[in-house]
């Protein structure tokens, strides 16, 4: 049977549902807000980086009253539905952060294993169960010119004092086994990875268990600006707080500042039924690495720890107007599209089903990275914006939120990433025509081993882009 016909039966039973938040041991709602409230920090937004700020905030000053209010559920959003990729990596990559910021990429390196190893130490301390492991990073070479792209990002990331190593075809296919592998490159030190909706539940509770307020299941609607304090509008009361930090990422939260420099694109994920164990033995991935290729367009691929393998991303798809919403949860044709690239890349899985398939919408900015920004005064901070790497940047967003809303200046606050905002998204509709000419533009890259034609070169050249 042709690949494609056993990918499509393949999916017939997947439910339209998150993996990792579809389990009876789903944190239960927190209470939602009604009435006025005080506090001396309010958080809009109860995903990884509103948590993260919310408890870095206590930690610091314990005693401080923090709330966090949160629109549905916390890690309603990309934080419950996200590969659980925690990277060290603060600049959405190496490559990334040396383009852009050549002279402080030491100090991003330190600061994204110290950001790495502070996450491991807090699941640590507090004894969260998100099946966090350290691991190695895989990206596979699936063409030939992939190849040549490897040996290059070998040079560079030695030139910076990175663990890597090459692997030629044989030793990658002996380590996991598709015919589709060509060589790889290993990342080492450098990654964990970690089931998402139980690192934020487990973050929630810690939160909690520090004295944070977490309102749910209630929409900040506005703030304003009283004489020295804010006021953040829910439907049904109102926070009176010194500051506040709005942690909304891809959505539409309660400033309008961030919508210039952050637009939600839609990425994909498919995850099947737990492998046994002859169908283990068949791919091999003893060490369990996460895996990725080299494509502009990639999939990045996991197990998980009763043994189903996630596969997600390859399409990176903008809605028009900054589109958002459940209707753009599912998606046919990439669901499609995944469910017949994984079976290219593990044909002998042929007869394994998916049983969950969904998406979600990653905050992007021009450079990949995430914006900081101030508004009300300097009372109001807002940040988001990691593109695919948020898992751990968003501990460093919310503590760089943190020193910002404070008026602290810190090494985290002199970085250039931090102090200069990216290059702005046009407004429509010359957003949504650069996203697609740049789409465009990226697969034919990919068609044409790598090469990139001269709209491509000429944004390579601003610094500025598109990616997942
Ligand atoms: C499919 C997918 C796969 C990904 N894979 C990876 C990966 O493997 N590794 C990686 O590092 N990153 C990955 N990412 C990115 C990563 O998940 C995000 O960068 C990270 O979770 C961002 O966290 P956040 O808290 O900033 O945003 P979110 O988790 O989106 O949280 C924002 C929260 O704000 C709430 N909110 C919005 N508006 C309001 C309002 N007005 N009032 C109150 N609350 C509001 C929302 O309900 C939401 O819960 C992936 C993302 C997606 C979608």
Known sequence: MATHVWADEA??????????????????TAPSLHGVHHADLAVVGGGFTGLWTAILAVEEQPGMEVVVVESQRCGFGASSRNGGFCDASLTHGLQNGLSHWPDDIQVLLRMGIENLNAIEETIDRHSIEADFRRTAEISVATERWHLDELAEALET?????????????????AKISSPTYLGALARHDEIALVDPARLCWGLASVAER???RIFEETQVRGISRGQSRVTLRTDDGVIHADRAIIATNAYRGPTRSPRRYIIPVYDHVLMTEPLNSAQLDSIGWSDREGLGDVSNQFHYYRMSDDNRILWGGYDAIYHFNNGLGSEYDQNQGTHATLARHFFETFPQLEGLRFTHRWGGPIATTTRFTPAWGRSH???????????????????????????????RETERTELEMVRKKPFPFPPEPMRWMGVQLTRKSIQRADRKQGRR???????DRFGVGFDS
Not at 382 to 391: F, K, M
Not at 453 to 459: D, F, I, K
Request: net charge negative.
């Open 377 to 407: 005064g300097g009372n109001v901070v807002w940040v988001g914006g990691y593109t695919g790497l948020g898992v751990g940047a968003s501990r460093f967003g919310g503590q760089v939120a943190v020193d910002l809303v404070l008026g």
């Open 157 to 173: 990331h030695r030139s910076v004092g990175a663990n890597v190593d090459l692997l030629d075809q044989s030793a990658i296919r």
């Open 11 to 28: 999916l017939d039973d997947a439910i339209p549902a998150v993996f990792w938040s579809d389990r009876p041991d789903h944190r239960a």
């Open 210 to 212: 520090l004295g944070v």
């Open 453 to 459: 034609n001269t709209w491509l070169r000429v944004l």
